[in-house]
T-cell receptor
């Protein structure tokens, strides 16, 4: 079953409004979560690393004030797209590393959120 | 140096055939190489992963071949089925004491299995 959930799965909003997307790890704690953006038929572009208890780390070229990230608890990270514009329309996906035992974690991805800004 | 190059961009394979997707990396610090499968409108799902201490890993019909000296790794799907039609991404990351670091993704391969 799913180990990372996202809500909502789809959202349509008007230009200028803000949209919040939630990412939850379902049966494990995640001190780190990752937020990606994916354009149609393209690869995943890492936007930022969400850190529980500290500020998010943004990738080069990603506007911190535009994409607000809050890692509220060990199972929840939120991405808020502020003052959304049509060019922000995209598929947003989060991921969380889940301890797999042994030498490495396994990164699980959420089902994604389709944002459409009119 | 952080790039992961993936080929081909698209691939059509007949049902029952072998699908092969290749990736190459530059950063020698990478030590974790997963493959993800993504269906339209869904998030990527982990398929299989390998670390550089082995040259091959097999799980069911899926096999990763890893060539450390050439800095290349590939995914082989045996007995390809129409249900395998999806986009496949290779990725790489560095495992640190803090766990799994961020993934660097390849550009993706759209696989279509025809009857």
């Amino acid at each position: 079953g799913a180990v990372v959930s996202q809500h909502p799965s789809r959202v349509i909003c008007k230009s200028g409004t803000s949209v919040k997307i939630e990412c939850r790890s379902l049966d494990f704690q995640a001190t780190t979560m990752f937020w990606y953006r994916q354009f149609p038929k393209k690869s995943l572009m890492l936007m930022a690393t969400s850190n529980e208890g500290s500020k998010a780390t943004y990738e080069q070229g990603v506007e911190k004030d535009k994409f607000l990230i809050n890692h509220a608890s060990l199972t929840l990270s939120t991405l808020t797209v502020t003052s959304a514009h049509p060019e922000d329309s995209s598929f947003y996906i989060c991921s969380a590393p889940r301890p797999a035992g042994g030498y490495t974690d396994t990164q699980y991805f959420g089902p994604g959120t389709r944002l459409t800004v009119l | 140096q952080q790039q992961v190059k993936q080929s081909p961009q698209s691939l059509i394979v007949q049902k029952g055939g072998i699908s092969i997707i290749n990736c190459a990396y530059e950063n020698t610090a990478f030590d974790y190489f997963p493959w993800y499968q993504q269906f339209p409108g869904k998030g990527p799902a982990l398929l299989i992963a390998i670390r550089p201490d082995v040259s091959e890993k097999k799980e069911g019909r899926f096999t990763i071949s890893f060539n450390k000296s050439a800095k290349q790794f590939s995914l082989h799907i045996m007995d390809s089925q129409p249900g395998d039609s999806a986009t496949y991404f290779c990725a790489a990351s560095v495992i640190s004491n803090f766990g799994n670091e961020k993934l660097t993704f390849g550009t993706g391969t759209r696989l279509t299995i025809i009857p």
